[in-house]
């Protein structure tokens, strides 16, 4: 299990990941502290669960969402990544390996999920 999730998606609206993760979790608290942020508290199986939505966080057209929590619906940001695509039909993003303690993961290695299909990606 990783100590949280993250992945990125491609020129795919807040608005619309909002609603996606309305779908599989409820909302309990929503605030935006700026243009480009939006922070969210959602219960999945009485777990609160911190989401931050980061808009432009890998260039202009690539959004952010950090799930900081142990436990997620995912084991892994691949798994999460998955789900994003069925729901959302925009590209993914995620690490290659997830996060490790001990790091010697390729930082440029990721995972992509497009119309295409799936696999490792190097992302610069």
């Known amino acids: 299990m990783q100590p949280d999730i993250e992945i990125y998606l491609l020129s795919c609206?807040?608005?619309r990941i909002i609603?996606?993760?309305e779908q599989d979790f409820s909302v309990l608290?929503?605030?935006?502290?700026s243009d480009i942020a939006t922070k969210l508290h959602l219960d999945w199986n009485g777990r609160d669960i911190p989401v931050t939505i980061l808009e432009q966080a890998a260039g202009k057209r690539f959004t952010s969402i950090w799930?900081?929590?142990?436990?997620?619906?995912?084991?892994?940001?691949r798994?999460?990544?998955?789900?994003?695509?069925?729901a959302l039909q925009c590209e993914v993003r995620c690490n290659y390996?997830?996060?490790?303690?001990?790091?010697?993961e390729d930082p440029d290695l990721w995972w992509r999920i497009n119309a295409d299909g799936e696999g490792p990606?190097?992302?610069?």
Do not use: H, N, V
Not at 29 to 33: A, I, L, N, S, V
Not at 67 to 77: G, I, K, L
Not at 121 to 124: F, G, P, Q, S
């Open 97 to 104: 390996q997830g996060w490790q303690e001990d790091g010697q």
């Open 13 to 15: 609206p807040t608005e």
């Open 121 to 124: 990606y190097i992302w610069r």
């Open 19 to 21: 609603s996606w993760l």
């Open 29 to 33: 608290d929503m605030r935006k502290p």
């Open 79 to 86: 798994e999460c990544a998955k789900r994003a695509f069925e």
């Open 67 to 77: 799930f900081d929590a142990e436990q997620t619906p995912w084991d892994s940001d």
